[in-house]
């Protein structure tokens, strides 16, 4: 059985069926309740599909700015170690 999801479209109507993917890999697994992005036809909002892409992409810049945010903690503390 394919994941349930309910989607609020453009227009603000909500519409609840199955979803074509499940994301997993460098996105995880899916919590009940999650937000997550989608893809369906303006001609048939009944297919959705998980939008893995935006996921991923999602995932990969809070990746990134955690890391800087290390660097920049680690700088400045190698700064106040020498000051």
């Known amino acids: 059985m394919a994941p349930e999801a309910r989607v609020r479209l453009d227009d603000d109507s909500i519409v609840e069926t199955d979803c074509s993917a499940y994301p997993t890999g460098p996105v995880g697994g899916l919590i009940v309740g999650d937000v997550l992005p989608?893809?369906?036809?303006?001609?048939?909002?009944?297919?959705?599909?998980?939008?893995?892409?935006?996921?991923?992409?999602?995932?990969?810049?809070?990746?990134?700015?955690?890391?800087?945010?290390?660097?920049?903690?680690?700088?400045e503390s190698i700064a106040r170690d020498q000051g």
């Open 38 to 75: 989608v893809r369906y036809l303006a001609s048939d909002p009944s297919l959705i599909e998980v939008d893995r892409d935006a996921m991923v992409a999602a995932k990969s810049a809070g990746l990134k700015s955690a890391e800087e945010g290390l660097v920049k903690l680690a700088e």
